[in-house]
């Protein structure tokens, strides 16, 4: 049996950045599934010996909420479908979005486990701001990140493949 993560969220929280950090230098495999405008990257990691496969779910562009609400939707759906875990990517420089709000509402209703994940918090203060996301009301614990200088994605890890 394979274990599935998938990274959702809005556009521009962080989650293809995160994806390549996790994958590090193996490559990405892209897909695009029929049915969905978007493409899907997948790609293959391990943490403390245990191996996973990663799904970004993708490049998102649009200008409309209309359109991204039905987009969202389907991707996050799929997501849930596919995945054994879901880590679901915030953006602490920014603060919570009625976009993130969308995607919150989607998956409090799954049995899947979903990992609060609290990006951009790149030093010592956002860390702190990052408490501001247990009021989202998914997941036990925040965790807060930085894709970018690789802070806080050890004990994420710990806890995903803790799992599998
Ligand atoms: P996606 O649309 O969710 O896939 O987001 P991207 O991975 O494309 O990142 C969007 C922007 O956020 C890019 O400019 C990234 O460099 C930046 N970014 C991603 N992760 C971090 C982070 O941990 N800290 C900071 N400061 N910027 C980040
Ligand atoms: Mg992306």
Avoid: C
């Amino acid at each position: 049996m394979s274990n599935i993560v998938a990274i959702v969220g809005r556009p521009n929280v962080g989650k293809s950045t995160l994806f390549n950090r996790l994958i590090g230098s193996r490559k990405a495999i892209v897909n695009e599934t029929a049915g969905v405008t978007r493409d899907r990257n997948y790609g293959k990691a391990d943490w403390n010996g245990k191996e996973f496969s990663v799904i970004d779910t993708g490049g998102y562009s649009f200008n409309s909420e209309d359109v991204f609400d039905e987009e969202i939707r389907k991707q996050v759906m799929l997501a849930i479908d596919e995945a054994d875990a879901i880590l679901f990517v915030l953006d602490v420089q920014h603060g919570m979005t009625d976009l993130d709000e969308a995607v919150a509402r989607i998956l409090r209703r799954t049995s899947k486990k979903v990992y609060l994940v609290a990006n951009k918090a790149d030093n010592s203060d956002l860390i702190f701001a990052a408490n501001e996301f247990y009021s989202v009301g998914i997941g036990d614990v925040v965790y807060p990140i930085s894709s970018v200088n690789g802070s806080g994605t050890g004990d994420l890890l710990d806890a995903v493949v803790g799992d599998f």
